[in-house]
């Protein structure tokens, strides 16, 4: 495998160490020379990495090119680019759909989707694949979870919740802050819920039942867990998450 990254920003530099870190095999990865930081500390960790001097220079090094550039420039690096039909393409870039791609690259090669996140670099991601693409599986199934869909619509939705993130930590900011409120110092809080979370997530990989499986599992009649989840039932809670999400498929599927 003859791997080459258009753009070397935080999710190059996640699949990268992920690769290295889960041992996934290659022969020559090569790199952008767009933040030469970053791309230069990458080259330093395996003498199979090359950081070249140009994005052309990528291509002609490679194979397999996986697009890290974010849509907004997309049109401006790539337009000066020849592709050709050897090239594999994976693109990591949000909002730009398939046809649009093609277009872009200006090449009858095989092209995918991905949207791999930073916790690849750990083993612990999840990396959206559209269409079904064995080579970008045999590089995303050993960094986490690999999810392969056979339509843009649904690798649309599954970006969209990417957009949850933020609400994420700021639940957990809400609970430290009660903690606090409780006479606990912040780290401590803060370590609390680190822990628990992890133990929360941990035992989603353990099993497949549906998550309203686990929900009920978790809630003893009467018990404090029922009295939490009834109440931001009531309010409406998570309805609010649909309605949030229903917004940032649009937002997607307007700039597609």
């Known amino acids: 495998m003859r791997l080459g990254?258009?753009?070397?920003?935080?999710?190059?530099?996640?699949?990268?160490?992920?690769?290295?870190?889960?041992?996934?095999?290659?022969?020559?990865?090569?790199?952008?020379?767009?933040?030469?930081?970053?791309?230069?500390?990458?080259?330093?960790?395996?003498?199979?990495?090359?950081?070249?001097?140009?994005?052309?220079?990528?291509l002609q090094r490679s194979d397999i090119v996986c697009l890290a550039v974010v849509p907004q420039i997309a049109s401006e690096v790539l337009s000066d680019l020849e592709f050709d039909g050897r090239h594999h393409v994976i693109s990591?870039?949000?909002?730009?759909?398939?046809?649009?791609?093609?277009?872009?690259?200006r090449t009858g090669g095989k092209i995918a989707r991905a949207v791999p996140l930073p916790a690849v670099a750990e083993g612990k991601g999840s990396t959206a694949i559209c269409p079904a693409d064995e080579v970008a599986r045999a590089i995303f199934a050993?960094?986490?979870?690999?999810?392969?869909?056979?339509?843009?619509d649904k690798f649309d939705a599954l970006s969209a919740v990417t957009a949850t993130m933020a609400s994420f930590y700021a639940v957990l900011d809400t609970h430290?802050?009660?903690?606090?409120?409780?006479?606990?110092?912040?780290?401590?809080?803060?370590?609390?819920?680190?822990?628990?979370?992890?133990?929360?997530?941990?035992?989603?990989?353990?099993?497949?039942?549906?998550?309203?499986?686990?929900?009920?599992?978790?809630?003893?009649?009467?018990?404090?867990?029922?009295?939490?989840h009834a109440e931001l039932s009531r309010r409406g809670a998570y309805a609010c998450y649909s309605e949030a999400l229903d917004g940032v498929l649009r937002r997607i599927r307007r700039r597609a």
């Open 92 to 105: 990591f870039m949000a909002g730009v759909p398939l046809e649009r791609l093609r277009g872009l690259v």
């Open 5 to 58: 990254f258009i753009g070397t920003g935080t999710i190059t530099q996640a699949v990268v160490t992920g690769m290295l870190r889960f041992g996934v095999p290659f022969e020559r990865l090569s790199l952008t020379p767009r933040n030469a930081q970053t791309a230069a500390e990458l080259a330093t960790r395996d003498g199979r990495i090359h950081v070249c001097s140009s994005n052309q220079e990528v």
């Open 142 to 152: 050993p960094l986490g979870e690999a999810v392969e869909v056979d339509s843009e």
């Open 176 to 228: 430290a802050s009660w903690l606090v409120q409780q006479g606990l110092d912040y780290a401590d809080a803060r370590a609390f819920l680190s822990g628990y979370c992890v133990g929360l997530a941990h035992d989603t990989t353990r099993t497949d039942q549906p998550f309203s499986a686990m929900v009920k599992h978790s809630m003893t009649p009467g018990g404090i867990n029922e009295q939490v």
